[in-house]
């Protein structure tokens, strides 16, 4: 929860620091920007935990493959 709290905050203040020193007129040019990163933001964290638990998971099934062929080897 305090990772979506601070996306949503940082992408409010990066609006309003863009609103200040650029100026009102070119604010909606940067909106969709904005969106986006924030959107990116959230789903990264996600992203990397999924590729991570994919390669604990080959890792473990490749132990568990290599351990039943070592068993199969020792009973012929």
Do not use: C, T
Not at 33 to 55: D, E, N, S, T
């Amino acid at each position: 929860m305090h990772h979506i709290i601070g996306v949503v905050i940082g992408a409010i203040v990066s609006y309003l620091l863009l609103i200040i020193m650029v100026g009102s007129e070119f604010s909606d040019k940067y909106l969709p920007a904005i969106v986006i990163g924030a959107i990116v933001a959230l789903l990264w964290p996600w992203f990397i935990g999924l590729m991570l638990a994919r390669r604990v998971k080959n890792r473990r099934d490749e132990q568990i493959q290599a351990e039943v062929e070592r068993q199969m080897a020792g009973k012929s």
